[in-house]
């Protein structure tokens, strides 16, 4: 008969029976202790992404892991185009969009969006998006004039709460005694828990103390236009700072590095003769010759007498030849395919390592399909292979690497790229002296929102079936030929009377 939970223990009933037991002897060692998201975090996050740093450095799976998603998400860079607007007349909106895409280009291309003078718009998003997923966040500071839409990148480390404040919880929180906000791991809050200022250092060092060594950039101009680009993806309530996309995984792609570098230093000594010489005779006898060795401190190979009269100090006494100031036995060693005597009472022990190797492949396996589930795509696409895989099961992999790249894309773009075009559209708009029915900012901020980038295509696996399963969704109203192309080949569709235009313009050269 069923009891009545009144009847129970608070502690044998739901998850007090399963995973939240306290007396249950598979759980007796899980110890959990979990705290805000700051706490669970900051105290951590700088050993965190040292960790990542050295494993991108070290270990080749780490590196996959972060450069597969860069791969997937940006491929070359991804490309502004016109969008649909309902704010815009047709032919302004247009019209707009079309400058603010030649303007685009020819900024990329001379780097003017760099403050530094060293990437295109496509190597700054790359930039960006892989200093995310190694490190966290990463930061893009502009200078706080409508004249500038140029970006400095700046590393997650200068980042931090000022130690010249009196901070609680390890240095991590602070209050800004000039205005009462609190600062959390260098990002300066509100009331409101919103984000208005962060605190960066003029320089990497963290001990500095001294007022001249912070600078604090308020997150937004005067006309609400974003100076500082804080690229992180929170996955908790009140946490602003992010965490390295291998946070999860750093125990295992270590422990999987360690192993593989023993299995190869044990792979290289088993491929090595090692022998040890067993004797019970005169220790200063050579095992392999028959002159003995009296001087036991002299160099393996003595430098060749440079004169005649010079070889009488290099001569040794047990030599019988006085010509020869070496015996060739001293330097003789077992060579392929060759026998040598030893003498009375001498053997010979070699070494014969013996290892577990035989799971080596199906274990080193094993660990990287979790550290690909773990961070979101399939383990054919992680490690770059798809030998021994079916077309279907290479598909599936592809498709749903697609689906994590396409999630990651779409934070990327609403985090970074829309509030950088934002910017440029508003300085776009004051250069050229572009009058609209709305004010400058609010045509900038319109333009951004409705922005539309394109993103790289699929991997293709057979590009005639797949052209044909386009043709039938296209049919049957599913999608548009827009919609395919992109999907297939990372740009709209393209007029097929512009095509047969330029084909007989060419025609007629």
């Known amino acids: 008969m069923r009891m009545s939970p009144l009847q129970l223990s608070p502690f044998t009933t739901g998850y007090a029976a399963a995973g939240g037991s306290l007396f249950s002897q598979v759980m007796a060692g899980f110890i959990a202790n979990s705290g805000t998201a700051s706490e669970d975090i900051s105290p951590s996050r700088r050993i965190l992404v040292s960790r990542a740093r050295m494993l991108d450095i070290s270990c080749p799976m780490a590196t996959a892991a972060v450069d597969r998603m860069v791969h997937g998400v940006l491929g070359d860079g991804l490309s502004y185009s016109l969008g649909n607007s309902d704010f815009f007349l047709d032919e302004e909106y247009k019209s707009l969009c079309s400058g603010l895409k030649k303007s685009l280009k020819l900024a990329s291309m001379t780097h003017s969006l760099d403050i530094q003078g060293r990437l295109t718009f496509a190597q700054m998003q790359r930039m960006a998006c892989r200093n995310w997923l190694l490190s966290g966040d990463v930061f893009f500071v502009r200078r706080p004039n409508v004249a500038n839409c140029a970006w400095r990148i700046i590393e997650s480390d200068r980042c931090m709460t000022p130690t010249m404040f009196n901070t609680v919880l390890s240095g991590i929180k602070a209050e800004n005694p000039e205005n009462g906000n609190t600062i959390i791991d260098g990002v300066e809050l509100d009331s409101e828990a919103r984000p208005v200022a962060y605190w960066f250092l003029n320089h990497y060092d963290d001990l500095a103390i001294r007022p001249e060594d912070w600078q604090r950039i308020e997150a937004y101009d005067d006309l609400g236009l974003p100076v500082v680009l804080h690229l992180f993806q929170p996955l908790r309530p009140d946490q602003y700072r992010g965490v390295p996309l291998v946070a999860n995984t750093i125990e295992t792609l270590y422990s999987t590095k360690a192993y593989s570098t023993a299995e190869l230093q044990a792979a290289i000594i088993e491929a090595c003769l090692a022998i040890f010489i067993v004797s019970n005779t005169d220790p200063t006898r050579n095992p392999f010759g028959t002159a003995p060795s009296l001087d036991l401190d002299k ?118 790229l829309k509030p950088m075009f934002e910017v440029f559209a508003y300085d776009f708009l004051i250069r050229n002296h572009i009058n609209t029915e709305f004010d400058i900012p609010t045509a900038a901020k319109i333009l951004s929102t409705e922005s539309v980038w394109n993103a790289p295509s699929a991997l293709c696996l057979d590009p005639r079936a797949e052209l044909e399963s386009w043709k039938l969704a296209i049919e049957m109203g599913l999608v548009d030929a827009d919609e395919a192309a992109l999907a297939v080949y990372g740009h709209p569709a393209k007029d097929p009377d512009k095509l047969n235009r330029n084909e007989a313009a060419n025609e007629k050269i």
């Open 299 to 416: 160099p393996l190979v003595p430098e060749m007498p440079e004169k005649p009269e010079d070889a009488e100090k290099f001569k040794l006494k047990a030599n019988p030849d006085p010509k020869f100031p070496w015996s060739q036995n001293d330097f003789e060693t077992i060579g392929p395919g060759e026998s040598k005597r030893l003498a009375d009472g001498e053997d010979i022990r070699t070494i014969d390592p013996k290892r577990p190797n035989s799971g080596y492949a199906s274990f080193i396996s094993a660990q990287n399909k979790a550290i690909a589930a773990a961070i979101g795509i399939p383990q054919q696409v992680l490690e770059a292979t798809f030998e021994g895989t079916s077309y279907a099961a290479a598909r599936g992999a592809v498709i749903e690497a697609s689906a994590t790249y396409k999630v990651v894309r779409g934070f990327f773009i609403e985090s970074f």
